[in-house]
């Protein structure tokens, strides 16, 4: 699948995978909202509203509020790519979402998933 393809994918398609991805593994949606605020600055409302009004992937984080400035401590490797070697910044920040998802299912407190530095 090629970076453009991911970034013209429904918000409303990628949101539930995410979910279900910590549910499954006893977490909650809440705490995945907590995640996706921590990283691009949107409200729980303002996810919501992304999830219903067919905003794409891409533009979802092409317009995040207030992307974390500690983002980029968010490092390892999501679907065998390292994310520090992925070019191009918007994947970067799509991957990292990945990554917490993933952290967060595996069962890491979201205080230290949600690196303040």
Known sequence: ????????????????????????????????????????GYTAEQIA???????TYGDFFRNAPALHPNRELVRGTI????????????????????KLVDELAKGRPLDKICRQG
């Open 1 to 40: 699948m090629t970076n453009q393809a991911v970034y013209d994918m429904a918000f409303a398609k990628v949101y539930p995978l995410l979910v279900n991805k910590a549910v499954r593994k006893g977490r909650t949606p809440a705490e995945v909202d907590a995640v996706i605020t921590w990283l691009t």
């Open 49 to 55: 509203r992304s999830n219903a009004d067919g905003t």
């Open 79 to 98: 679907c065998g790519v390292k994310i520090e070697a992925i070019q191009d910044p918007l994947m970067q920040d799509i991957r990292r979402l990945d």
